[in-house]
């Protein structure tokens, strides 16, 4: 069974930065797949945030987190990241990774098949 587990999430005030990370039990090789971020709003559905490939690390970014948020794999610890920069209280959700079992895959939450805990992130003064 895969797990991931989220961390990073936290309150922070508009403007602010944070850096969530994404680690895979022991046994499951990150590097193999593409890696996708979302989150999920109160009352709203889930929506993709970033996803980042296996086969040559491109990535990809909803309109609304272009050129604030970065999304990178160290596969030496077998982690993804997503660096969060320049916060809005509309980017307040729960944050979760998630894995598709193929090397590309886009930000449609039907292309991943197994997902993490989720963090709270939380943008206020």
């Known amino acids: 069974q895969v797990q991931l587990v989220e961390s990073g999430g936290g309150l922070v005030q508009p403007g602010g930065s944070l850096r969530l990370s994404c680690a895979a039990s022991s046994g499951f090789t990150l590097d193999y797949y593409a890696i996708g971020w979302f989150r999920q709003a109160p009352g709203k559905w889930r929506e993709g945030v970033s996803c980042i490939s296996s086969s040559d690390g491109s990535t990809y970014y909803a309109d609304s987190v272009k050129g604030r948020f970065t999304i990178s794999r160290d596969n030496a610890k077998n982690t993804v990241y997503l660096q969060m920069n320049s916060l809005k209280p509309e980017d307040t959700a729960v944050y979760y990774c998630?894995?598709?079992?193929?090397?590309?895959?886009?930000?449609?939450?039907?292309?991943?098949?197994?997902w993490g805990q989720g963090t709270q992130v939380t943008v206020s003064s």
């Open positions: 998630a894995v598709s079992r193929t090397v590309v895959a886009g930000l449609t939450r039907y292309e991943y098949d197994y």
